[in-house]
Nanobody, 119 residues
Framework: QVQLVESGGGLVQPGGSLRLSCVVSRSIGSINAMGWYRQAPGNQRELVAVISSGAGTNYLDSVKGRFTISRDNVKNAVYLQMNSLKPEDTAVYYC?????????????WGQGTQVTVSS
């Protein structure tokens, strides 16, 4: 069973920083794109940042210049460094990974980690 284990959420003041981590629990097949989504109360889940297996990245416009996504292919991990946090960044953040196992593509989600930006 493949699981995505997240860590790093919490409460931070506006302007502060947090770093989210997500590790794929089992090394099966190959890991393609990995990303972070978020969902605030009353809102739909939205893509925050994605990184391809070749390390190409894309970001939600509102986080460009403040958030940085990275990955460690040895540790099967993806990270989201969040700087200059704003109250509107408050949400549950979900890790996402696309794996290719025996010529089939699978998508997995983490359990979510709460990020709260408040003074």
């Amino acid at each position: 069973q493949v699981q995505l284990v997240e860590s790093g959420g919490g409460l931070v003041q506006p302007g502060g920083s947090l770093r989210l981590s997500c590790v794929v629990s089992r090394s099966i097949g190959s890991i393609n794109a990995m990303g972070w989504y978020r969902q605030a109360p009353g809102n739909q889940r939205e893509l925050v940042a994605v990184i391809s297996s070749g390390a190409g990245t894309n970001y939600l416009d509102s986080v460009k210049g403040r958030f940085t996504i990275s990955r460690d292919n040895v540790k099967n991990a993806v990270y989201l460094q969040m700087n200059s946090l704003k109250p509107e960044d408050t949400a549950v953040y979900y890790c996402n990974a696309h794996l290719r196992i025996l010529r089939q593509d699978y998508e997995y989600w983490g359990q979510g980690t709460q990020v709260t930006v408040s003074s």
